[in-house]
């Protein structure tokens, strides 16, 4: 069933066009236990009408990524040391505001991972949605109100009316999150960033969320990044993935490829983890934890809990080594030549 | 590489320390977070060393005042501040003003700090038990703080002086009974929100009993803020006390209340300043610094506040 | 090797009233509900949120009272225990809160939240109490130098083998667990379902656990419970229950987990999810009626009854229990 899903999405397909280009980027903060190298020197692009993944433990980065997209962390106190976004082949500058407003919201919607803090306490759904319609497409609250309806019933939040009287803790948070993602519908982006729509939610209601974006996806045309700490999660809808461990990108390729033959040993451990693979009669572990972004190794950030590392690995960072075209992995194991 | 799973371990297992990443800082008591976020604020830190001060003349007084507070010196009356021997000057029997300061910080520091303690302890025993238990006895216990928050400070002053006569006691009875509802209330409403709490249901699954759970979970949240609110309030109790002094109804002469020197300076204000600017500003300054330290207090026990300070 | 069973539930219905002004006759959250869990045969409970999971959590562990019905934990009837009784009870029965950061209180340190299980039921003091503590944090995984920390230092991973070592403190016999893996990153749920295995190894415990993906009970539940509105649809061995389950909202839920995403839009369990609220099912018709693959002329107005199907293997549906034979045809 996924491949024949995949194959109709290769006929669609996204097209040639970059749509937004990452150069670089890179991200520290500072904090009482020194500064903490939140994402460093990430570069990736995403086409018209693609979807991307990116998928790593919680303290990877691939969170504050998402965030410096559209320049997002109040800096200071984030220290933005270097990165060039480039929108619809624009680059996007941190301090030209005007140009940031007029992306923000109207052509890259996000869905935090906690949607309801997303929305504000003390207005009504209904009325920030009207305010944002208003803002950005200049409607009046009764020539959109039956749009804004049918699209939350599209998302099947059943009593849309109500929901639009409620205030944000009056409703649960899968009803929030599917507000979001409403309110996004509504938008028409070119791009949407979705930050762990699904996480702490229960099983199906994170499925309905994967198939309302992939409705987003098919109506509105536009591109996707969802991040997430679960591979699976991404597999339904990613075109490409990245997999982030220690504020770096340690691979990256198309969905495809990733599930099929996965290069680096995280990537295997975190597909073994999802797939709740055995290891004799317990399940797969990974072991040990996240690195510490405040005291990174001076070596590849993963060898502490890697079962394949060695000396070097400790020592040199590794670069992302070329597989095939668009297909890397930063690890030494990977390297021309290697056994 | 596209091995099957049982591959996925190509050497021993890495010696991994499952156990949490160790924070590099020590841990964090709330003592010890409380006063690095304190020191960090230097205004506060400031104001600490005043009340110390302050605290310490109250004490030594008697060991370091110059000149009995109460002996004027009739050759020497409404002398100018830094006369020989009269740093601050005297007043207008020739008592020494230096000295009646160092002796009137005994009677301003009680004056200030026993009312809003006796407030504390009782406001917080209220409020807990009202805001715990609810029901008739919660709201009517409400019910009659909001009678008393409706008293004007000084109208209860003259009734109780009127019952006991002037004096400290006075001062600080009338005080307490004033402050006692507001934290009361405060600590009313941080209860009544906290009884839902689910670490109060997983205390009651662990078997604690109701008083219990009230002492020992929730009113660990009530202690910051009674702290700061109560600091706070010591720093406007210093100036109602001293209203108390100016108006006759504190500690009776020829004893130093800072307040009643003030008002011995009213008739000679014009031509001899000091007499009551000099405890005016006395005053000024104690309550500042009350007020700083509360501040202090403030921004060092609210995590939130904290790490940013 | 007791006889008697570790809890049992008789008939357990929970309601809740709404709030004033609502006239809809109040939520039922538990509609007569029967189980039993038998020491060394953990219990899997799956369903939906809205299901009723943490409401029959709660209820096992006697910290909320049935509206009608009895539960015995260990033989003791908990609706009529005496204080001492009540103690027993919640020694012997542990619970592990959905919610484990909001479990622990943010101002008191976590060796004040664990010692306080020791404090209430057992005589451990001082110095000793202060080793238990250690010694309970370093079997969940953790270091006993951190107990002197708050609970918002912790990872939620952390946080959760708080929470299991909270619980298992006092020994208990039997702990419910409420969702303890789903708020994890995918990378350390292994470590926790590892642990609990270990635990109940050591320890001798048997387990109730919650969740609403399927996928976590395997290799960890003897036997598993399929919940939905406040009733169990199907009950049955867990192995016999994924290789052959009989409703089919337990089919589409197992194969929704199995992120298999078959023709998705039109199983049972999705669409059972989008009835509005107010008209949550009071069981007098079932609710499934419309979208059903076995349904009967009877299902609207019936209430469907608990049925069994197989050697302890059972299935709330009427299909089952007018034909069959029909049914079994059909490939049910």
């Known amino acids: ?339 | 590489m596209n091995e099957q799973l049982v591959s996925l371990e190509a050497g021993p297992p890495p010696a991994v320390d499952n156990a949490a990443r160790d924070l590099s800082r020590p841990p964090a008591t709330a003592l010890r977070q409380a006063v690095a976020g304190f020191a960090r604020d230097r205004g506060a830190v400031l104001a600490l060393v005043i009340l110390v001060l302050i605290a310490l003349v109250a004490v030594l007084a008697p060991l370091i005042a110059p000149f009995d507070p109460n002996v004027g010196d009739p050759l020497n009356t409404l002398a100018p501040p830094l006369t020989a021997g009269h740093l601050l000057g005297t007043d207008d029997q020739g008592r020494d003003i230096l000295s009646r300061i160092l002796y009137g910080a005994r009677l301003a520091i009680p004056e200030a700090t026993i009312p809003v303690i006796a407030a504390a302890v009782l406001g917080t025993a209220l409020g807990l038990l009202a805001g715990f238990y609810q029901g008739i006895g919660g709201g009517l216990v409400m019910r009659v703080l909001d009678v008393f928050f409706a008293i004007p400070l000084v109208l209860l002053g003259i009734a109780v002086a009127a019952a006991l006569g002037s004096g400290p006691p006075t001062v600080i009875l009338s005080m307490a009974v004033v402050i006692t509802p507001y934290i009361a209330r405060v600590v009313y409403t941080t209860t009544a929100q906290l009884k839902h709490a689910l670490f109060v249901e997983a205390a009651r699954a662990s078997g604690s009993g109701e008083l219990k759970i009230l002492v020992q979970e929730i009113l660990p949240h009530a202690v910051p803020t009674v702290i700061v609110y109560g600091t706070i309030n010591m720093g406007a109790m210093i100036v109602f006390a001293a209203g108390f002094g100016f108006l006759g109804l504190g500690a009776q002469p020829p004893a130093s209340d800072w307040g009643a020197m003030i008002a011995y300076g009213m008739s000679n204000l014009g031509s001899s300043p000091w007499v009551s600017t000099v405890p005016g500003l006395v005053i000024v300054v104690a309550s500042l610094a009350f007020n700083y330290v509360g501040d202090g207090l403030r921004i060092a026990l609210d995590p939130r506040l904290r790490s940013r300070a | 090797m007791a006889d008697r069973p570790l809890v049992e539930l008789v008939s357990i219905t929970r309601s809740f009233p709404s709030p004033r002004g609502v006239t809809d006759g109040g939520t039922v959250a538990l509609d007569d509900i029967s189980m039993s869990v038998v020491a060394g045969e953990s219990v899997g409970i799956v369903g939906d949120s809205g299901a009723g999971k943490s409401t029959l959590a709660w209820t096992i562990t006697a910290l909320l009272r049935p509206t009608s019905g009895s539960v015995r934990v260990d033989g003791i009837d908990a609706g009529r225990a005496s204080r001492r009784e009540m103690a027993a009870i919640r020694r012997t029965v542990g619970l592990v809160f959905q919610d484990a950061l909001g479990s622990f209180n943010p101002q008191r340190t976590v060796e004040h939240a664990l010692a306080t299980p020791l404090d209430n039921f057992t005589s451990v003091r001082g110095p000793e109490r202060r080793r238990t503590v250690g010694q309970i944090m370093e079997r969940v995984g953790l270091r006993a130098s951190q107990m002197t920390r708050y609970p918002h230092e912790f990872s939620g991973g952390q946080i959760q083998r708080l929470a299991i070592a909270r619980a298992l403190i006092t020994r208990p016999r039997l702990v419910v667990l409420d969702e303890p893996v789903s708020a994890l990153d995918v990378s350390i749920r292994a470590q926790i379902l590892n642990l609990l295995r270990d635990l109940a190894h050591d320890y001798h415990l048997t387990y109730v656990l919650i969740a609403s993906d399927a996928t976590v009970l395997e290799h960890m539940s003897a036997r598993t419970f399929v919940m939905y509105a406040g009733r169990i649809l199907e009950r049955a061995p867990h192995r016999e229950l994924i290789a052959q389950p009989r409703h089919p909202y337990t089919v589409s839920l197992l194969d929704l987990s199995g992120l298999r995403a078959g023709d998705v839009a039109s199983t049972p369990a999705l669409s059972a999810r989008r009835a509005p609220r107010s008209s949550r099912p009071t069981w007098e018709a079932c609710p499934f009626c419309g979208i059903c693959p076995l349904e009967t002329s009877r299902c609207s107005t019936t209430r469907p009854p608990e049925i069994l199907v197989a050697a302890d293997h059972a299935v709330t549906c009427l299909a089952y229990a007018e034909a069959p034979e029909a049914v079994a045809a059909a490939g049910g």
């Open chain 1, 1 to 339: 069933m996924i491949e024949a899903q995949r194959q109709s999405a290769a006929d669609r397909g996204p097209s040639e066009v970059v749509l937004l280009d990452v150069a670089g980027l890179t991200v520290r903060f500072p904090s009482p236990d020194g500064e903490v190298h939140a994402v460093e020197d990430v570069s990736f692009q995403v086409r018209r009408g693609e979807s991307i993944g990116i998928v790593g433990e919680s303290g990877s980065g691939k969170t504050v990524t998402c965030m410096s997209l559209t320049w997002l962390l109040p800096s200071p106190p984030t220290r933005y040391v270097t990165g060039r976004i480039r929108f619809d082949g624009k680059d996007l500058r941190r301090g030209d505001e005007r140009s940031l407003r007029a992306v923000r919201g109207r052509r890259v919607a996000v869905i935090f991972q906690n949607a309801r803090a997303a929305l504000d306490p003390s207005y009504r759904i209904g009325s920030q949605i009207a305010e944002m319609l208003a803002l950005q497409q200049r409607l009046r609250w009764a020539d959109a109100r039956p749009r804004v309806i049918d699209t939350l019933r599209r998302c099947n939040i059943a009593d849309a009316e109500g929901v639009l009287e409620r205030y944000p803790h009056q409703v649960s948070g899968g009803v929030a999150q599917r507000v979001a993602i409403a309110m996004a519908l509504l938008a028409r982006p070119d791009l949407v960033i979705a930050d762990e729509p699904t996480t702490a939610l229960d099983l199906l209601s994170q499925l309905e969320v994967l198939m309302l974006l992939e409705q987003i996806r098919d109506e509105v045309g536009c591109s996707i990044i969802l991040v997430s700490h679960d591979l699976a999660v991404v597999r339904r809808i990613a075109d490409q993935v990245l997999i982030m461990y220690g504020g770096r990108i340690v691979e990256r390729g198309s969905t495809e490829e990733i599930f099929r033959d996965p290069r680096h040993p995280y990537t295997r451990a975190l597909l073994a983890s999802s797939e709740q693979r055995m290891q004799g009669d317990r399940l797969y572990e990974l072991p040990g934890h996240t690195p510490d972004l405040a005291h990174l190794p001076p070596g590849c950030a993963f060898a502490a809990r890697c079962a394949f590392a060695f000396d070097r690995c400790r020592t040199e960072l590794p670069d992302e080594f070329a597989i095939t075209p668009g297909r890397s992995a930063r690890c030494f194991l990977s390297e021309a030549g290697h056994g």
